[in-house]
């Protein structure tokens, strides 16, 4: 993938966050995701706890599958989609809002069915949508992806209930994870090939954005930022593809904190969940690996957890 240029600002805090991590990589602690859900999907993501039902939603986008998991029961209900499908976030009970490739959708989680609400990118073949979740005020935000990820021709939406779309950010390649502060006043977001989380001052009453900054500098070491969610301490937790590892990222200091190793290689989102929000929920990938990568990882594309002793927050519902 092609990396944009990098500010002088943003260099040094790049080569400062390579000697951070070198120096503290032998003296992490890092704890083990295991294996939850045992289940062939090819490209897993969107994952999102639903607190009230108490069941995990994640989609399989090359899959082409909508997944609700019940981890009490340690069921997985699954409808099938049209095209591929970037990300889901509950409405209610019944109702879901999902980013298919041309648009944006209400699919019925009882019965599968779906309805258009919004077709902002439908002419612009050469993107899909891939990631979104919902701010405080309950507007999908909403990215789509260059589709041979090659160049900035991708945008950032926000959607609100009625189907009104807003353009919030263009240029974008690979739009993926993003979150909010507990506080409502930050809100961070991931354009993988940049290697980059950005920072945004939030303004909770218009639900737009202001001052973008770097907060994190991924190294490609790790591997590449991909889907993210948030604990109470407002740190960072974002999946890694191509790093084996859930990363979790003081946005403040731009540091990493800690790792919780993933047995698949391409991490693809996170979702703390459980009653008390102190499970994460992972996803992952079954794609783009070598023979001995599926060898050693064979149930890549499954679902994992791992009770990493941080608490998380309850994730925004879309709609009011």
């Known amino acids: 993938m092609k990396r944009k240029s990098i500010p002088a600002l943003a260099a040094m805090l790049l080569l400062l966050n390579f000697v951070t991590y070198g120096q503290n990589n032998e003296k992490m602690k890092s704890k083990k995701a295991e294996l939850c859900y045992e289940i062939e999907s090819k490209l897993g ?21 909508v997944h609700l ?29 999902i980013a298919l490739e041309d648009g944006i959708y209400i699919i019925n989680t009882s019965n599968g069915e779906i309805k258009l609400l919004s077709d902002v990118e439908a002419k612009m073949t050469y993107n899909r949508f891939n990631d979104g979740k919902c701010d405080p005020n309950g507007n999908l935000w909403i990215g789509s992806m260059h589709l041979d990820q090659s160049e900035p021709k991708a945008n950032l939406y926000k959607v609100n209930q009625k189907g ?4 919030m950010l263009d240029s974008v390649t690979i739009s993926n994870g993003i979150v909010w502060t507990k506080d409502k006043s930050i809100m961070y977001y991931i354009d993988t090939p940049t290697g980059h989380i950005r920072a945004f001052d939030f303004d909770a009453e218009n639900s737009t954005i202001s001052n973008e900054r770097i907060a994190v500098i991924i ?67 079954s794609l783009d690996m070598t023979e001995e990568e599926k060898i050693k990882y064979p149930y890549a594309g499954s679902l994992f957890t791992v009770k990493p002793g941080i608490v998380g927050v309850a994730g925004n519902f879309f709609g009011k």
């Open 219 to 285: 190294p490609e070491s790790l591997g590449f930022g991909d889907g993210m969610t948030i604990d109470t301490e407002d740190k960072l937790w974002v999946g890694l593809w191509n790093g084996d590892a859930v990363a979790r990222f003081d946005p403040l200091s731009g540091k990493l904190i800690e790792k919780i190793e993933v047995p698949a290689h391409n991490v693809t989102s996170c979702s703390f969940g459980g009653k008390n929000f102190d499970t994460l929920y992972i996803t992952t990938s």
């Open 69 to 97: 998991f019940d981890p009490s029961k340690k069921t997985n209900t699954t409808f099938d989609t049209p095209s591929r499908i970037g990300t889901i976030v509950p409405k209610n009970k019944e109702e879901a809002v």
């Open 164 to 167: 009104d779309a807003k353009k």
């Open 45 to 65: 993501e969107g994952a999102f706890w639903d607190h009230k039902e108490q069941r995990l939603y994640w989609v399989d986008i090359e899959g082409k599958k």
